[in-house]
């Protein structure tokens, strides 16, 4: 692999350096004119383009021997078009000076441009996904958007989140991280709305200036931030119906006056839907009195009110200085109605029968704020301060009423207070989190750039938990549960660096690291048997070397590692209700995983391809079964793997029918292969898994458009779990009416029925119990399909509205680009 790579290296010099054009743009008046779009043109055909930057600058490189023109266009200005210019061996760098753009003096109306970015862009750390192209982001979820994204698969069982088949990925929202659990998260999702989300970039090898936690990658969920110049905004209504009905609204309203920009956003959602989980198997439990075979059914009936507000302000002391501040807070309340039957038959003739009605709220609290400092020292130095606050609070509370009775029509089980006919449970958690860091960025000389921060983040977590029994009219604490308080403090500190060279016109070189030092602790007084105090400090280096061979084409070579440390609720010991015979708690020997990374992508004229090969060390399993204190109960808990290898190719491909159908797939998939030693027999399991993603679209006559979308999750194993495979099939129409009237959106999501997930349990090895299980959910959708129409219409000034202050009044431009 060595040699391999010295050869690569060698190699990638020995291509000739292609040519460059460049040049600086003003008006006439001798002002930069920033963000115009620049495009060079070989007979009559785009081969290469990008944006000035704020000062009205642009260089493009990796232009190949020919004759072209250069083009320059920008909302406000006439269109400028050079004469002919030669690129050859003899004159490689060709600076064209300052090009004056003269302005259109023609009143301009409002300018609606259609042209929509790509569905999916590569980057350097892996892919960004353009969501607000798609008809059926509007009146969706953030969660249910994610879902639909490349490589992306939800694990409705234990609500993790995979990443290209890997586990253990991370969220943010704005580049701030969610240090939530997983069920949390997925909560958290599932009431933000899509109508704010602007695109979600997924990083399977993030670079040095990101948190180095999740061993899968981090997926970034970037929202909208409108910088058109004056007062502008949109609104969106929804109204929907599956098994139950759904609505949702959304407005949003901005101000940009050149030296203040506010934004604010406000969304609310109502969905009444449906679940059904089902198990059946054999099991030996010994609370219930050995081996038994079941047969479980639990159907549910959630309903879910979100509101959520943002806002935020951006203020330009001066030409050098910006400062500002932005928040996001949500309010939730999931109400729960479930139904559960089990029937346990006991050899030889025993049998048990279990009912019970679950009725549970859950109040959730979720608040991010953040204030920046921003500043340019000189033309080629910028240093930037932030300051963020975070804060997540759930309160939950279910009552139980059961029965758990034997052949005589008697309580089950040898008197404990686990089968108790009236139970609840209690579940309050505070999370709390801040944040300080600060990042410089500087030319060192004409081809090294450096860039450098460092950042502390303090997070302090609260619970409150435990499982009671109505006992002579009195709630009593259950004998396998925790009726108490436990805090804990996690502390990290970071710093990083990162040189990028400029090696020549087409080759770039980013040598980083991160360093990272964490320590877990409970507080004072905690139980020992809940007590943790763990440190770790671990360096993560981050090498990326790129080539560009053309306009349009390069590749890029890189190596990564990342870190998952397990949360609190994966390491304390404490224990919360899941039926008769299982109890959830966590794992205080549990250790962090961390990857190795090496990936090569390569793109060509949109077409992308990488090829990833990792290494995990210790990966985190959640929910698998193990034993605990109470003989014969069953502990659902994580656990480590030892190791997991995968080998992951992923290929974007557009295809463009004609000018009305457009197509996009995106395959992800490969050879994986992990070892288990937790279970009483230790084994490896070796398998090959991936996705497929497909979008098409149809532009139709008189401003009507469709798109067909879906996905294919192939059958994958976790542990000592396989699950089958998976699909969905979404369908959306769009009618976009006359004189700026807006657009209506009908959508139907899984169109053919098929949000049934099954896995199977025991396949592989025995476990504690002799587990052999086959379990079963479906979604809402596995039903009927869901019905949304939408109302969309933006408000406010006009786009085309030339700007006098620099880099405003661009957005269009740059959507145009695809930026």
Known sequence: MKYFLITLLFTAFLIPAFGQVSGILIDTANRPVAFATVSLMKSNIQVSTLLSDEKGAFQLDGVISGNYQLKVSMV????????????SAMQRKIDLGRIVLKENKQQLGEVVIRANKPAVEQQAGGLTVNVQNSILTKGSSALQVLQQSPGVVLNPSNNTIALNGKPGVNVMIDGKLLRLSPDQLVSMLSGMSADNIEKIELLNTPPANYDAEGNAGLINIVTKKNKRKGTNGSLTATA????????????????????????????????????????????????????????????????????????GVDIHLNPKTTVGGNFYYSFGQYDQIDNNYGFYALKPDSVLVFNSHITGINHANNLMSSLYWERTISKTEKIRADADYLAYHTNITNNVQSSFLNNQGKTAGAGDSLYSPLQRSLANTLIQVGVAKVDYSGQLNAKWKIESGIKGTYTHTSSSSGIENLVDGQWIANSVGLDGDL???????????????????????????????????????????????????????????????????GWQLSYTSRISRPSYNDLAAFVTYNDPVSVFTGNPMLLPTVSHNLKFGFNKSGYLFSLLVSRDDHPILETQITTGSTPGLVYLRPENADWQNSITLQATIPVKISDWWNMSYTITGGPKQYRVSYTPQAFEKAYLSGTFNFTETFSLPKHFSAELSGYYNSPSYYGNFSSNSNSMINLGFKKELENNGGTFQLSVSDLLNDANYRSKLGELTRDAFSSSASVGYLAETSRVPVFKLTYYRSFGSSASKKSNKTGEGTEEEQRRLGN
Request: net charge negative.
């Open 487 to 553: 805090a804990y403090n996690e502390t990290i500190g970071a710093v990083y660096a990162m040189l990028t060279a400029q090696l020549d016109t087409a080759t770039n070189l980013v040598i980083g690291g991160r360093y990272e030092y964490s320590r877990n602790v409970t507080e004072p007084g905690t139980s020992a048997l809940y007590a943790i105090d763990r440190k770790l400090g671990m360096l993560f280096p981050d090498i990326v070397f790129s080539k560009k061979l053309s306009a349009d084409a």
């Open 76 to 87: 406000g200005y006439q269109t400028w078009l050079s004469s002919i210019i030669e690129v």
């Open 240 to 311: 929907g119906y599956g098994v139950g009905e759904k609505a949702s609204a959304a407005v949003s309203v901005n101000h940009n006056s050149g030296n203040i920009n506010w934004y604010s956003n406000y969304s609310y959602q109502h969905d009444r839907s449906y679940d059904k989980i089902f198990a059946d198997g054999t099991e030996n439990v010994g609370v219930v009195g050995g081996p038994v075979t079941f047969n479980y059914t639990g159907l549910g009936k959630p309903l879910t009110n979100d509101e959520s507000a943002s806002g």
